[in-house]
Protein backbone atom coordinates (compact mmCIF):
# COMPACT_ATOMS: atom_id res chain seq x y z
CA UNK A 1 0.00 0.00 0.00
CA UNK A 2 1.38 3.71 -1.38
CA UNK A 3 1.09 6.38 1.15
CA UNK A 4 1.77 9.68 -0.29
CA UNK A 5 2.64 13.28 0.43
CA UNK A 6 2.30 15.66 -1.96
CA UNK A 7 4.00 19.04 -1.09
CA UNK A 8 2.75 22.56 -3.35
CA UNK A 9 -1.01 20.56 -3.18
CA UNK A 10 -2.79 23.89 -3.58
CA UNK A 11 -1.08 24.85 -6.79
CA UNK A 12 -2.35 24.62 -10.60
CA UNK A 13 -0.79 20.69 -10.94
CA UNK A 14 -0.73 19.64 -7.33
CA UNK A 15 -4.64 20.42 -6.50
CA UNK A 16 -6.11 18.23 -9.12
CA UNK A 17 -3.12 15.70 -8.89
CA UNK A 18 -4.55 15.20 -5.14
CA UNK A 19 -7.70 14.74 -6.22
CA UNK A 20 -6.82 12.14 -9.24
CA UNK A 21 -4.23 10.33 -6.30
CA UNK A 22 -7.27 10.02 -3.72
CA UNK A 23 -9.29 8.00 -6.46
CA UNK A 24 -6.57 5.69 -6.95
CA UNK A 25 -5.22 5.01 -3.35
CA UNK A 26 -8.33 6.01 -1.14
CA UNK A 27 -8.36 9.51 0.49
CA UNK A 28 -6.58 8.24 3.73
CA UNK A 29 -3.80 7.65 2.11
CA UNK A 30 -3.18 11.09 0.44
CA UNK A 31 -2.08 13.73 2.60
CA UNK A 32 -2.34 17.33 1.16
CA UNK A 33 0.49 19.49 1.96
CA UNK A 34 1.57 23.72 1.61
CA UNK A 35 2.58 26.42 3.31
CA UNK A 36 -0.82 28.30 2.26
CA UNK A 37 -4.56 28.08 3.33
CA UNK A 38 -5.66 24.16 4.14
CA UNK A 39 -7.56 23.06 1.30
CA UNK A 40 -7.90 18.63 1.17
CA UNK A 41 -8.94 18.57 -3.26
CA UNK A 42 -10.87 15.18 -1.95
CA UNK A 43 -7.68 13.99 0.42
CA UNK A 44 -8.70 12.93 4.21
CA UNK A 45 -5.24 14.97 5.53
CA UNK A 46 -3.68 18.00 5.19
CA UNK A 47 -0.32 19.46 6.56
CA UNK A 48 1.47 22.60 6.46
CA UNK A 49 4.62 22.39 5.12
CA UNK A 50 7.54 24.85 4.07
CA UNK A 51 9.40 23.03 1.49
CA UNK A 52 12.51 24.91 2.86
CA UNK A 53 11.85 23.24 6.36
CA UNK A 54 13.67 19.93 6.19
CA UNK A 55 13.17 19.01 9.23
CA UNK A 56 9.32 19.31 8.73
CA UNK A 57 9.13 17.08 5.59
CA UNK A 58 10.99 14.41 7.56
CA UNK A 59 8.09 14.19 10.51
CA UNK A 60 5.67 14.30 8.15
CA UNK A 61 6.68 11.55 6.33
CA UNK A 62 7.62 9.36 9.22
CA UNK A 63 4.22 10.19 10.97
CA UNK A 64 2.16 8.87 7.69
CA UNK A 65 4.25 6.99 7.07
CA UNK A 66 5.36 8.36 3.26
CA UNK A 67 6.23 5.73 0.80
CA UNK A 68 5.91 8.59 -2.24
CA UNK A 69 6.35 12.03 -2.26
CA UNK A 70 5.47 14.81 -4.99
CA UNK A 71 7.29 18.14 -4.46
CA UNK A 72 5.33 20.82 -6.38
CA UNK A 73 6.47 23.87 -4.64
CA UNK A 74 7.68 26.16 -6.79
CA UNK A 75 7.67 29.90 -8.36
CA UNK A 76 7.44 29.53 -11.90
CA UNK A 77 9.08 31.46 -14.84
CA UNK A 78 7.22 34.90 -14.28
CA UNK A 79 7.08 35.18 -10.99
CA UNK A 80 10.57 34.07 -10.73
CA UNK A 81 12.16 36.38 -12.81
CA UNK A 82 10.68 39.31 -10.21
CA UNK A 83 12.39 37.44 -7.33
CA UNK A 84 15.61 35.78 -8.89
CA UNK A 85 16.90 34.99 -5.75
CA UNK A 86 13.94 33.86 -4.02
CA UNK A 87 12.70 31.25 -7.14
CA UNK A 88 16.61 30.01 -6.87
CA UNK A 89 16.55 29.28 -3.19
CA UNK A 90 13.15 27.52 -3.35
CA UNK A 91 12.94 25.83 -6.32
CA UNK A 92 16.75 24.13 -5.69
CA UNK A 93 16.62 23.69 -1.47
CA UNK A 94 13.08 22.26 -2.22
CA UNK A 95 14.35 19.83 -4.25
CA UNK A 96 17.51 19.20 -2.54
CA UNK A 97 15.66 18.61 0.63
CA UNK A 98 13.91 15.81 -0.58
CA UNK A 99 16.27 14.26 -2.53
CA UNK A 100 18.40 14.15 0.89
CA UNK A 101 15.67 12.94 2.48
CA UNK A 102 15.19 9.97 0.16
CA UNK A 103 18.69 8.84 0.32
CA UNK A 104 18.81 8.88 3.86
CA UNK A 105 15.25 6.89 3.71
CA UNK A 106 16.75 4.63 1.18
CA UNK A 107 19.82 3.97 3.53
CA UNK A 108 17.83 3.01 6.26
CA UNK A 109 16.01 0.52 3.81
CA UNK A 110 12.64 2.80 4.03
CA UNK A 111 12.36 3.57 0.21
CA UNK A 112 10.97 7.03 -0.69
CA UNK A 113 9.91 7.72 -4.23
CA UNK A 114 9.98 10.93 -5.53
CA UNK A 115 8.08 12.60 -8.17
CA UNK A 116 9.24 16.63 -8.74
CA UNK A 117 8.72 18.28 -12.15
CA UNK A 118 10.90 19.98 -14.45
CA UNK A 119 9.35 22.20 -17.61
CA UNK A 120 9.95 22.85 -20.98
CA UNK A 121 11.56 25.92 -19.51
CA UNK A 122 14.74 24.09 -18.82
CA UNK A 123 15.63 24.51 -22.73
CA UNK A 124 17.01 27.12 -24.17
CA UNK A 125 17.37 29.81 -27.30
CA UNK A 126 19.97 27.33 -28.65
CA UNK A 127 17.92 23.87 -28.25
CA UNK A 128 15.94 23.07 -31.50
CA UNK A 129 12.55 24.27 -31.48
CA UNK A 130 10.95 21.95 -33.39
CA UNK A 131 10.03 18.23 -32.56
CA UNK A 132 12.69 18.86 -29.71
CA UNK A 133 14.84 16.13 -29.03
CA UNK A 134 15.13 14.31 -25.81
CA UNK A 135 18.79 15.13 -25.71
CA UNK A 136 19.70 18.44 -26.43
CA UNK A 137 21.21 21.73 -25.78
CA UNK A 138 19.82 22.83 -23.01
CA UNK A 139 20.95 26.62 -22.19
CA UNK A 140 17.81 28.18 -20.85
CA UNK A 141 18.12 31.98 -19.94
CA UNK A 142 15.25 32.45 -16.70
CA UNK A 143 16.32 31.63 -13.48
CA UNK A 144 12.94 29.25 -13.61
CA UNK A 145 14.66 27.15 -16.32
CA UNK A 146 17.74 27.55 -14.74
CA UNK A 147 16.45 26.29 -11.70
CA UNK A 148 15.00 23.19 -13.45
CA UNK A 149 18.25 22.30 -15.74
CA UNK A 150 20.02 21.90 -12.34
CA UNK A 151 17.06 20.27 -10.68
CA UNK A 152 17.66 17.80 -13.50
CA UNK A 153 21.14 17.11 -13.31
CA UNK A 154 20.38 16.72 -9.41
CA UNK A 155 17.87 13.90 -10.13
CA UNK A 156 19.75 11.91 -12.44
CA UNK A 157 22.89 12.38 -9.58
CA UNK A 158 21.36 11.63 -6.47
CA UNK A 159 19.63 8.22 -8.55
CA UNK A 160 23.02 7.14 -10.12
CA UNK A 161 25.09 8.11 -6.69
CA UNK A 162 22.72 6.89 -4.56
CA UNK A 163 19.93 5.23 -5.99
CA UNK A 164 17.04 7.52 -5.08
CA UNK A 165 14.00 6.45 -7.02
CA UNK A 166 13.51 9.82 -8.85
CA UNK A 167 11.52 10.39 -11.75
CA UNK A 168 10.40 13.62 -13.47
CA UNK A 169 8.88 14.99 -16.49
CA UNK A 170 9.53 18.19 -18.24
CA UNK A 171 6.16 19.90 -18.50
CA UNK A 172 4.70 22.27 -21.32
CA UNK A 173 2.22 24.60 -20.36
CA UNK A 174 -0.57 23.00 -18.56
CA UNK A 175 -4.32 24.20 -19.33
CA UNK A 176 -6.72 23.91 -16.77
CA UNK A 177 -10.05 24.93 -15.29
CA UNK A 178 -10.11 23.93 -11.81
CA UNK A 179 -7.10 25.90 -10.45
CA UNK A 180 -5.28 28.65 -12.09
CA UNK A 181 -1.49 28.46 -12.57
CA UNK A 182 0.72 31.21 -10.70
CA UNK A 183 2.41 33.03 -12.65
CA UNK A 184 3.65 31.77 -16.00
CA UNK A 185 4.31 32.35 -19.31
CA UNK A 186 1.86 29.76 -20.94
CA UNK A 187 -0.85 31.37 -18.66
CA UNK A 188 -2.29 33.13 -21.75
CA UNK A 189 -3.93 29.59 -22.75
CA UNK A 190 -5.68 30.00 -19.38
CA UNK A 191 -6.59 33.54 -19.11
CA UNK A 192 -8.05 33.95 -22.57
CA UNK A 193 -10.95 31.49 -21.72
CA UNK A 194 -11.65 33.21 -18.46
CA UNK A 195 -12.24 36.43 -20.70
CA UNK A 196 -14.22 34.27 -23.13
CA UNK A 197 -16.75 33.15 -20.97
CA UNK A 198 -17.35 36.60 -19.69
CA UNK A 199 -17.66 38.17 -22.62
CA UNK A 200 -14.55 40.28 -23.11
CA UNK A 201 -11.98 40.57 -26.14
CA UNK A 202 -8.79 39.37 -25.00
CA UNK A 203 -5.20 41.16 -24.77
CA UNK A 204 -2.55 38.37 -25.36
CA UNK A 205 0.33 39.04 -23.82
CA UNK A 206 2.25 37.03 -26.53
CA UNK A 207 1.83 37.60 -30.26
CA UNK A 208 -0.09 35.47 -32.55
CA UNK A 209 2.53 33.12 -34.13
CA UNK A 210 4.23 32.19 -30.78
CA UNK A 211 3.74 28.56 -31.02
CA UNK A 212 4.32 26.59 -27.19
CA UNK A 213 4.33 23.06 -26.44
CA UNK A 214 1.05 22.41 -24.07
CA UNK A 215 -0.66 19.89 -22.26
CA UNK A 216 -4.64 19.47 -21.12
CA UNK A 217 -4.58 18.73 -17.75
CA UNK A 218 -6.07 15.31 -18.05
CA UNK A 219 -3.35 14.59 -20.04
CA UNK A 220 -0.51 16.22 -17.45
CA UNK A 221 -2.04 14.42 -14.38
CA UNK A 222 -2.46 10.89 -16.62
CA UNK A 223 1.34 11.01 -17.32
CA UNK A 224 2.23 11.84 -13.88
CA UNK A 225 0.98 8.84 -12.40
CA UNK A 226 1.71 6.75 -15.31
CA UNK A 227 5.79 7.34 -14.90
CA UNK A 228 5.30 7.13 -10.98
CA UNK A 229 3.53 3.76 -11.66
CA UNK A 230 6.18 2.38 -14.19
CA UNK A 231 8.01 -0.48 -13.02
CA UNK A 232 11.70 0.92 -12.07
CA UNK A 233 13.83 -0.65 -14.79
CA UNK A 234 11.44 0.81 -17.67
CA UNK A 235 12.00 4.67 -16.47
CA UNK A 236 15.93 4.89 -17.87
CA UNK A 237 15.34 8.49 -17.89
CA UNK A 238 16.21 10.21 -14.33
CA UNK A 239 16.68 13.76 -15.26
CA UNK A 240 13.20 14.56 -16.97
CA UNK A 241 11.08 12.79 -19.95
CA UNK A 242 9.70 14.89 -22.47
CA UNK A 243 5.93 14.40 -22.62
CA UNK A 244 4.23 15.83 -25.67
CA UNK A 245 0.62 16.57 -25.52
CA UNK A 246 -0.05 19.27 -28.07
CA UNK A 247 0.81 22.47 -30.03
CA UNK A 248 -0.85 25.58 -30.56
CA UNK A 249 0.12 29.12 -31.43
CA UNK A 250 -2.51 32.32 -29.60
CA UNK A 251 -3.78 32.42 -33.41
CA UNK A 252 -4.57 28.88 -33.66
CA UNK A 253 -6.49 28.80 -29.99
CA UNK A 254 -8.35 32.14 -30.71
CA UNK A 255 -9.38 30.60 -34.15
CA UNK A 256 -10.81 27.56 -32.55
CA UNK A 257 -12.40 29.65 -29.56
CA UNK A 258 -14.37 31.89 -32.00
CA UNK A 259 -15.52 28.72 -34.14
CA UNK A 260 -17.04 27.50 -30.80
CA UNK A 261 -17.94 31.09 -29.46
CA UNK A 262 -18.56 33.08 -32.28
CA UNK A 263 -17.85 36.60 -31.45
CA UNK A 264 -15.27 36.04 -29.16
CA UNK A 265 -12.53 38.50 -29.98
CA UNK A 266 -8.63 38.68 -29.19
CA UNK A 267 -6.08 41.47 -29.81
CA UNK A 268 -2.19 41.23 -29.39
CA UNK A 269 -0.28 43.37 -27.19
CA UNK A 270 2.98 41.22 -26.25
CA UNK A 271 4.93 42.07 -23.36
CA UNK A 272 8.26 40.48 -21.29
CA UNK A 273 7.36 37.68 -21.44
CA UNK A 274 7.56 37.08 -25.12
CA UNK A 275 11.08 37.08 -24.39
CA UNK A 276 10.88 34.38 -22.30
CA UNK A 277 8.71 32.19 -24.77
CA UNK A 278 11.29 33.31 -27.63
CA UNK A 279 13.19 31.14 -25.74
CA UNK A 280 11.08 27.48 -25.45
CA UNK A 281 10.58 24.93 -28.36
CA UNK A 282 7.69 25.01 -30.49
CA UNK A 283 7.05 21.11 -29.91
CA UNK A 284 8.65 18.14 -28.25
CA UNK A 285 10.24 14.28 -29.31
CA UNK A 286 8.78 12.07 -26.32
CA UNK A 287 9.96 9.39 -28.15
CA UNK A 288 11.40 8.23 -24.86
CA UNK A 289 8.36 8.32 -22.83
CA UNK A 290 6.79 6.28 -25.56
CA UNK A 291 9.45 3.56 -25.40
CA UNK A 292 9.94 3.55 -21.62
CA UNK A 293 6.16 3.82 -20.13
CA UNK A 294 3.76 3.94 -22.83
CA UNK A 295 3.27 7.53 -22.89
CA UNK A 296 0.74 8.90 -25.21
CA UNK A 297 -1.38 12.05 -25.17
CA UNK A 298 -5.53 11.77 -26.18
CA UNK A 299 -6.66 15.14 -25.59
CA UNK A 300 -6.31 17.27 -28.80
CA UNK A 301 -8.04 21.63 -29.84
CA UNK A 302 -10.84 21.08 -30.33
CA UNK A 303 -11.40 18.78 -27.57
CA UNK A 304 -9.73 20.99 -25.42
CA UNK A 305 -11.20 24.37 -26.06
CA UNK A 306 -14.76 22.08 -25.81
CA UNK A 307 -13.82 21.48 -22.10
CA UNK A 308 -12.59 24.42 -21.40
CA UNK A 309 -15.56 26.43 -22.16
CA UNK A 310 -17.72 24.19 -20.38
CA UNK A 311 -15.69 24.41 -17.21
CA UNK A 312 -14.36 27.69 -17.07
CA UNK A 313 -16.81 29.97 -14.63
CA UNK A 314 -17.96 32.91 -15.89
CA UNK A 315 -16.73 34.60 -12.68
CA UNK A 316 -13.04 34.60 -11.38
CA UNK A 317 -13.92 33.79 -7.64
CA UNK A 318 -15.43 30.50 -8.23
CA UNK A 319 -11.99 28.89 -8.99
CA UNK A 320 -9.90 27.65 -6.22
CA UNK A 321 -7.10 29.35 -5.38
CA UNK A 322 -3.15 28.96 -5.50
CA UNK A 323 -0.83 28.80 -3.02
C1 LIG B 1 5.56 28.68 -17.06
N1 LIG B 1 3.91 26.95 -17.20
O1 LIG B 1 4.98 29.23 -17.99
C2 LIG B 1 5.23 27.24 -16.77
C3 LIG B 1 6.15 26.31 -17.42
C4 LIG B 1 5.97 25.54 -19.72
C5 LIG B 1 6.58 26.47 -18.81
O2 LIG B 1 6.68 25.28 -16.73
O3 LIG B 1 6.38 29.23 -16.39
Redesign the pocket.
Known amino acids: MERILVIGANG?IGSELVEALSLQHGADNVIAADIGPRSLFGATCYETIDVLDAGRIATIVDTYGITQLYQLAAL???T?EQAPLKAWTLNMNGLLNVLELARERGAAGKPLKIFW?????AFGPHTPAVDTPQLAVMDPT?I?GIS?QAGERLCEYYFTRFGVDVRSIR????ISHKSP?G?????YAIAIFHAAKRGERYTCFLGPETT???IYMPDAIRATIQLMDAPGEQVRIRSAYNVAGLSFNPRELAEEIVRQLPGFRIQYQPDHRQA?ADT?PHSLDDTYARADWGWKASIGLQELVRDMLEHVPAAPEKLHHAA
Request: net charge neutral; charged share 5%; proline share 14%.
Open positions: QLSVGPSSIATYKYPGIPGGTTDLPMIW
